[in-house]
Nanobody
Framework: QVQLVESGGGLVQPGGSLRLSCAAS????????MAWYRQAPGKQRELVAD???????TYADSVKGRFTISKDKAKDTVYLQMNSLNAADTAVYYC??????????????WGQGTQVTVSS
């Protein structure tokens, strides 16, 4: 069974930084794309950034220049380095793995979410 386990959320002051991690566990062969989404209270879930197996990245306009997504393919782990955080970044951040091929079959998976709160 494939699972995504996130870590690194928490409370940070405006202007601060956090690094989120998401590790995919299970007997995985390949993952086509990994991504971070976020959902603020009362708002829809939105894409923050994604990275393909080839290393191509996409960012939401609101985080360009402040957030960096990266991955460790050998560990099936994706990271989100978040700098210059502001109150608008407060949300639950979810890891997403698309096109996962594992011994249990193929599918897409979500993590459980990790809270990021930016406040003084």
């Amino acid at each position: 069974q494939v699972q995504l386990v996130e870590s690194g959320g928490g409370l940070v002051q405006p202007g601060g930084s956090l690094r989120l991690s998401c590790a995919a566990s299970g007997r995985i062969f390949t993952i086509s794309k990994m991504a971070w989404y976020r959902q603020a209270p009362g708002k829809q879930r939105e894409l923050v950034a994604d990275i393909t197996s080839g290393g191509s990245t996409t960012y939401a306009d609101s985080v360009k220049g402040r957030f960096t997504i990266s991955k460790d393919k050998a560990k099936d782990t994706v990271y989100l380095q978040m700098n210059s955080l502001n109150a608008a970044d407060t949300a639950v951040y979810y890891c997403y793995a698309e096109g996962v091929l594992a011994t249990t079959g193929a599918g897409d998976y979500w993590g459980q979410g990790t809270q990021v709160t930016v406040s003084s």
